[in-house]
C-alpha cells in the first residue's frame, strides 16, 4: 500500500519561535495532500489542502500566514507553524492522495508539536 | 455543510463478543466513506473504504455498510480481540477531495 512519512514525530519548541513539519509520500506522487490538526480526545480538524505547485487553499478560521504551506514538488509538502505558541500545541498529521480518479487518502503517522 | 457523527463515542467489551459502531452523516451526496482506525498517540490506518454505488465492504473480521439514502454507515466488528482496542473514526468525502470525520468511537475490548 501507499506510505506517506512524516518528520519530525515529535517536536519541542519555545514560544516564538518555528517549526516545519514535512510530509512525503515514499511510493508514489502525491498531486494533493491535506494537513489536518487533532487536539486531545478530539477527532481530525482539516486545516488546508495543498496541490503541487500552486497555494494552498485554507480552512476557514486557519491563518495562513501563521500556517505556512508548500507543496514544490510530488512528493513533499511542509508545515510550517510560524512564531509558535502553547496553544498552538497539538498533533499534526498530514494525508496524501495519488491523482484524479483516486479517491483514498493515505494519512502520515503524524507530528506530536509541544510549544513550552 | 456536512456533519458526521459517531455513536457511541466510547464502548467497553468483553473479548469475543461482536459490536456494531454507528456513522451518520447529513448531507448523503458523497463520494464515499472510509472507516480508520487510530491507536493512543499514532496517524490513521485505514481499514475498509466504500465507493458512493457500494452497499458494503469487507476484511476479515470487519464488515462496514453503507445506506447513503438514510446517511448511515456501520462497522461490524465480529469476535472482538483486546488488539481491536482503538479509537474508530469514519470520515465522509463530499467534494472528492475533502474529508469530513465524525468524533470517532473509543472502543476497549477487555481479555
Known amino acids: 500500500g501507499a506510505v506517506v512519512s512524516q518528520h519530525p514525530s515529535r517536536v519541542i519548541c519555545k514560544s516564538g519561535t518555528s517549526v516545519k513539519i514535512e510530509c512525503r509520500s515514499l511510493?508514489?506522487?502525491?498531486?494533493?495532500m491535506f494537513w489536518y490538526r487533532q487536539f486531545p480526545k478530539q477527532s481530525l480538524m482539516l486545516m488546508a489542502t495543498?496541490?503541487?505547485?500552486?497555494?494552498?487553499?485554507?480552512e476557514q478560521g486557519v491563518e495562513k500566514d501563521k500556517f505556512l504551506i508548500n507543496h514544490a514538488s510530488l512528493t513533499l509538502s511542509t508545515l510550517t507553524v510560524t512564531s509558535a505558541h502553547p496553544e498552538d500545541s497539538s498533533f499534526y498529521i498530514c494525508?496524501?492522495?495519488?491523482?484524479?480518479?483516486?479517491?483514498?487518502?493515505?494519512f502520515g503517522p503524524g507530528t506530536r508539536l509541544t510549544v513550552t | 455543510k456536512q456533519e458526521v457523527t459517531q455513536i457511541p463515542a466510547a464502548l467497553s467489551v468483553p473479548e469475543g463478543e461482536n459490536l456494531v459502531l454507528n456513522c451518520s452523516f447529513t448531507d448523503s451526496a458523497i463520494y464515499n466513506l472510509q472507516w480508520f482506525r487510530q491507536d493512543p498517540g499514532k496517524g490513521l490506518t485505514s481499514l475498509l473504504l466504500?465507493?458512493?454505488?457500494?452497499r458494503e465492504q469487507t476484511s476479515g473480521r470487519l464488515n462496514a455498510s453503507l445506506d447513503k439514502s438514510s446517511g448511515r454507515s456501520t462497522l461490524y466488528i465480529a469476535a472482538s480481540q483486546p488488539g481491536d482496542s482503538a479509537t474508530y473514526l469514519c470520515?465522509?468525502?463530499?467534494?472528492?477531495?475533502?474529508?469530513?470525520f465524525g468524533g470517532g468511537t473509543r472502543l476497549m475490548v477487555k481479555p
Open positions: 494525508s496524501a492522495k495519488s491523482g484524479q480518479g483516486s479517491y483514498e487518502q493515505y
Open positions: 511510493d508514489f506522487q502525491a498531486t494533493t
Open positions: 470520515a465522509v468525502d463530499n467534494a472528492g477531495n475533502m474529508l469530513t
Open positions: 466504500i465507493q458512493s454505488s457500494q
Open positions: 495543498s496541490n503541487e505547485g500552486s497555494k494552498a487553499t485554507y
